[in-house]
């Protein structure tokens, strides 16, 4: 029996972090492939425009 409880007290979530809400995993995937393309368009701005003007 004790067993079974040592398996279950690992798994759980320590008692300070239990209580931030913590996002779901999709929108932080979304944010940092919107933040590497804007970082992208920023550094590369120049090359951006010089495409368009012909």
């Given at each position: 029996m004790?067993?079974?409880k040592?398996?279950?007290q690992e798994n759980k979530t320590p008692?300070?972090?239990a209580r931030i809400?913590?996002?779901k995993?999709?929108?932080g995937v979304i944010a940092a492939i919107i933040i590497i393309v804007f970082g992208n368009i920023i550094?590369?701005?120049d090359?951006?425009?010089s495409?368009?003007?012909n």
């Open positions: 004790s067993e079974k040592t398996d279950l008692s300070k972090m809400a913590w996002p995993s999709i929108y550094y590369y701005k090359f951006l425009l495409l368009f003007r």
